[in-house]
Structure formats: structure tokens, C-alpha cells
């Protein structure tokens, strides 16, 4: 059987790789040793893990995170998460049908003390904040216990293949996710006082100032910092619609980690919800996987992520609708089609616009939820602790970069050892909190811009047209003779033209938008070369292809390449130059190698179910009708919910559902405070009994 991998790729390199043998459901199949076996499964084109025992839906991966347990399976006899599990040889893996039985063996079980372990400062988390934060402990000499429950450092780091905005001397702008994930675990290694735990989760925080850990995954140890930093990131949000829990139906963060993370082909077509810069940006990834994006809707009215990603979708033909929502997921065992349509004003959908479209994967991008509930406890319990990243407000990861940096000085500070003033390498206290607040502020509406008038030499045409945080391209410049308006980095670049241009075309190369082009005059004014940056091929394009050439409107034309070459800096991005009429040269901004095409819609849409049939509880399967009629009879208290329906009760402990209910008391009109929140329990993460108590069989 040919596996679903993606071996060719216009940035990752495909790894070496080592093949196992393993069962599922009795089939012999064939794995890569330490994959996670939900990305196994997808590279067999299972989607479908198992069914639920109440109502037998079928049930697949959603977080691909380890926060739900949607893709639980049995291994080797015992409940293990899909996505958290690295396959080994000779696996026996079967679908969780029907409802295990108790071992036979009822002889006694030694239960153990779990160990304490002391150190200065705690950090649960090693994506971008929390390895920031670490790296300025650590090079103060700070005892630090760094903990992730993967098996890498980087966070979501390690799932993006595109370039970053901000400042290179601040966030490494201009690098790619995945470049930054390594610079910073690797200097973080580097230091003496910081110890890393991979594969390691943190379950709960206690009253005795105590935080349990699952330490690879098999021993339970807990921790007494004297200062606990939480940089957990954040969950992905979930909408209720029917079809919600089809497999095929999963967040950005789930498709990125199977595509970029593992080279997981997960699907041929797919269909995006939500136009922020998370679903803007996995359709990009799509494109470079060879998935075709068969369209995204956004409910507002444009857009809410940076317009140069937005710009970079449409070149490449994928139809964005905005005042649109998803009506439905439709497909027996997984996804085979979506239903959407457009919106009034009102917010409600109008009769008679809806479309049906084939795909067998709907992303939904709709948003984060921090994952505070560790900080939220350790306050509770008035224990030393700090916040950073996603977990203090959903951002992006450069901002992140920055909240780590910030809540490690306040910790020195905390400590005494008043380093802020002096720390020139970081930045003083009030300066970094101003540059996160910048990274973290919304995109302003993009604004109309002048193309220069110059027909004559060469330069560089900024295409860019939203005041983001952004400026690489200013430090790139041999000539020094790209600036900011105010040289602040939230205006746009221009050139200055003080000195000549020399075209070697690193400002091309270095922006994370591909939104500069070269412009050459020299050799041919009526025919210029124009320089385009181009991330979707995986082999360098030759001299001689056609190609067509896009601006921001559509096509312009078909044309030969001059040119093709790679900057060694930069050595992802190819620089396609090609001849251009000069009355449309300095409006090219987009390459594509393959024609336009317009997916149409089905001739007729699937009707779909009622509303209040879909799920808003996955572990327990209770849906929004059956909320709703509680809400109705006068029922405000979440944990009185629970209790009648077990919305919230099943092992994720309502991580997904809490917000949906949350969400459908508002739209009953309850205000917010008059609900009644679920008691959060000591332990946020399901652990298997025996690991909790230290329990150890005869055998072990």
C-alpha cells in the first residue's frame, strides 16, 4: 500500500526514518518507529479510530495535541492518546469499541510514594515564551526545570514553515518557525543552570504548593518550585454545527502538526473556517503540501489576519468568502463535503444561498482559548507564579517571544536580583512590554499605496500595504537604503534611493509577506525584469518555464523565466525574474506555475440536520438541543448541567465544550454574570491510575 507522505517539499527536508511493523484492528500495516500513531494511521488513510459507545458516530483525531481524548485507542491492551503515543515494533493497536472489561487478576498492588523534586523556578511549557524565559534564567544562573509534554522543544514553533514579522534583533524576523524553534532550544541547552524535561505533562498544581508531573510518560514525580512560570500556550476554539465531530472535521494546529510536523499527507482537499492569520496561514502550508484548498469563509466582513497572507491565498486561486458561515459537515464515517452559506447583517443565514462543496477535511480556525488553568490554580492557592505566552493572551508567537522575556525579568525581580536596568541584550522592563503590546495589537484596514513613478535603474516595489509590525527588510539592505516611515517598525518600508540599488535581492528574499519585488529598468526600459519571491515549488523552476504572473487583482500573463536562483541565506525562497511590459512590471507580485481554476460548487447542497442536533460535548456526546432545554428551564449553574446531561464530564474535562456552553447561555440571553462556572477539579489532564499512585505490578 502506498503511504500518504509528503516526500517533496518546498521547505522541509523529508527525514530519515526507520520502518516498524504493527496491527491495527488485525491488520498487519507498516510504521515509522516514534511517529505519533495517530499520524500513522493517517498515512494509511485511516481518519476513522474508533465509534462511541453511546451512539456509535465514529470518532478520529481533533486536537492532535493531547487535550482531548477523542483519538484514544488500546494499545498493547491499555487506553493510550492516538496523538501522544510514538509507535514501537510489533504494536497491537485496536479501536476502543465497546466497554473494556476488568482484568481477572485482582492480586494486591504495592502503591509507592512519588519522588519531590526542588527547584527555583518551574516553567511547564518549552514553546516560544517559555524557552525566552529560560534562556535569561539560565544566563543568570537561575535553577530552572523547563518541562513539554512532547518530544521536542519549540511549541507550535515546530509546525510553521513560514517566515516571521517583527524586527530580526527582537524575534528573529525574516526566519521561518521552525529555524527560530531550534535557535532557541538550542541556546537554551547551552546553559548549565536549565534542566529540560521532554515527554513530560504536567497534571495538576496542589494547595501544598506542588505540581505533579508524568515524567515520560510512565513515573509520577512531584515538583516544589519556589516560582512557577506557566507557558502553556492555548487551545484550539470549536464551533457547534452539525457534522462537528465527523473525523475530518479538526483545528489548524491538528493539520499542521500532521503536515508540517510529520509530512502526513492528511488530506487531498480541504476546506478552511475562519480568515485570521491561523487559517490564512494553514492554507498557504496546504498549498505547499500539494493539498488543494478548496475555498475559506469568514463570517466578518473581511478578513481579520494580515492582508499580505490573505493576498498570497488569492494569487494562488484559493476563493475566499467573506460574510460567510459553515452550515454543515456532511459524511457517514468522515468528511465528505461542507456545507456553507452567506450572512445578513443580523448575523443569521440567508435562504437560498447555500453551497455545498466536496472535501474531505474541514479546518477550523476560529481562534484560540488560553491554557491558564494551571496559572489559575497556583493563584488560588497563592503560590509564586507568572504567566506568559498564549496562556496570558492569545497572540502571535513573537509576541510571545516577548511575554517570556518579560515575566523572566519580573521573576529576578522578584528574586531580588534587579538585572533590568542593565540587561542591555534584552531590553529594559518598560521597552519590552511596549513592543509586546505592538505585537500583540490587531492589523489595522489595509491602506491604498503609491507605486513609484521611477523608470529607471533598479529597485525595490513594497507591495505591503498594512502598518503590521514588521521591518527585516530594513537590516537586509547592503546599501542601507530601506527605512520606515519614522523608522518605526508598524509603518511601511521604503526605498530611499540615496544610494543605487545593486539587486541582489535579499529584501525579496527576507519578507515574510512576499510582498517585495525587484524592478529592473537597466537593460531594457520597455521590457523590464522584474525579481518575484516564489515558496510553492519543490524543485528549483528552470530557465525557460512559463509561468503566470499575478498581482493583487489576478492575472497578468503567461511569461518565460529569465531567471531562477536561491539566495544562500535564504535558501527556501526562490527569486523568479522575468521580462515584463513596463506598463504592468511594477503590479506584479505573485508567481504561479499551474492555470487558475474556480471550484464549483455541488448542483445541488446537502440539506442539513437541525441544529440542535449538533454536538456540543464530544467525550459525552451531548448535544446543543439538549443544553438549550436545560437553559430553558431555568438551569444557570454549569456544574448542574453536568450533573443532568455530563456535558463537561467526560476525559478531556470539558476543555472543548465549556466555551460552546458558554456560548449558548449568551444566546439565550443569560448574561454572564448570572452562569454559574464548572468547578475546576486538582488534576486538568487524565492520568491511568497506576502512574498517579505509583502502583507496581509483580511483573514490573
Known sequence: MTLKEIKSHPILKYPSRKSVNFTFNGQELIGY????????????????????????????????????????????????KACMTP????????SCEGLPSLPADDSALHIGDPSIISTQVLIIGAGPAGL???????????????????????????????KFFGSQKDVYAGKRGIEIGKILGEEVRSLESVKIWLNTTALAVFRDGLIGVLKDNKEYILIKPERLLVATGAREKMLIFPGDTLPGVYGAGAFQTLVNRDMVKASERIFIVGGGNVGLIAGYHAIQAGIEVVGLIEALPSCGGYHV???????????????????????????????????????????????????????????????????????????????????????????????????????????KLDIADDFDKYGKLEELEKKAQIMKARPPKPIERDIPEKMEGIFPVFHCNQEIPCNPCTTVCPQEQIETENQEITTLPYFKGEKNCTGCGRCVAVCPGLAITLVDFRKDPQMPKVTLPYEIATEKLS??????????????GQFEVKRARFIPEFPHTQLITV??????????????????????????????????????????????????????????????????????????????????????????????????????????????LGYFAQGKSKEE
Open 87 to 94: 509507535l514501537k515494533e510489533n504494536m497491537k493497536i485496536e
Open 33 to 80: 518507529e516514534d511517529m505519533v500513531i495517530s499520524s500513522v494511521l493517517f498515512l494509511h488513510g485511516i481518519k476513522t479510530f474508533g465509534h462511541h459507545p453511546k451512539d456509535n458516530s465514529p470518532q478520529g483525531i481533533f486536537c492532535a495535541n493531547g487535550q482531548c481524548a477523542q483519538c484514544t485507542v488500546l494499545v498493547d491492551g491499555k487506553p493510550m
Open 309 to 415: 497572507h490573505e493576498t498570497k491565498l488569492r494569487r494562488l486561486g484559493v476563493p475566499i468568502y467573506t460574510r460567510h458561515t459553515i452550515v454543515s459537515a456532511n459524511g457517514k464515517e468522515q468528511v465528505e463535503s461542507i456545507t456553507i452559506a452567506q450572512l445578513d447583517e443580523n448575523w443569521n443565514i440567508i435562504p437560498g444561498t447555500e453551497k455545498t462543496f466536496e472535501c474531505d477535511t474541514v479546518l477550523i480556525a476560529v481562534g484560540l482559548n488560553p491554557v491558564d488553568e494551571f496559572y489559575q490554580k497556583a493563584l488560588q492557592y497563592n503560590i509564586p507564579v507568572w504567566v506568559a505566552g498564549d496562556a496570558q493572551e492569545i497572540a502571535e508567537a513573537s509576541a510571545a517571544i516577548f511575554t517570556g522575556r518579560i515575566e523572566a525579568i519580573k521573576i529576578l525581580k522578584d528574586m
Open 132 to 162: 525566552s524565559a529560560a534562556k535569561i534564567l539560565g544566563s543568570q544562573n537561575i535553577q530552572v526545570l523547563l518541562i513539554d509534554d512532547k518530544d521536542r522543544t519549540g511549541g507550535k514553533l515546530v509546525l510553521q514553515t513560514h
Open 579 to 688: 521580462e515584463l511590459p513596463k506598463d504592468i512590471a511594477k503590479q506584479a507580485i505573485g508567481v504561479r506555475t499551474w492555470k487558475d481554476h474556480k471550484v464549483e460548487p455541488l448542483e445541488t447542497y446537502i440539506k442539513a440536520p437541525l441544529p440542535d442536533t449538533a454536538i456540543v460535548c464530544r467525550c459525552e456526546r451531548v448535544t446543543a438541543g439538549e443544553i438549550r432545554e436545560w437553559i430553558r428551564k431555568g438551569i444557570t449553574d454549569m456544574n448542574q448541567l453536568k450533573a443532568i446531561t455530563r456535558a463537561g464530564m467526560g476525559a478531556c474535562g470539558g476543555k472543548t465544550c465549556t466555551s460552546l456552553i458558554e456560548r449558548l447561555f449568551r444566546e439565550e440571553g443569560i448574561e454572564n454574570e448570572k452562569i454559574v462556572k464548572n468547578t475546576k477539579r486538582p488534576l486538568f489532564v487524565e492520568v491511568p
Open 543 to 556: 530557465k525557460g518555464e512559463i509561468v503566470t504572473i499575478l498581482d493583487n487583482s489576478g492575472v497578468l
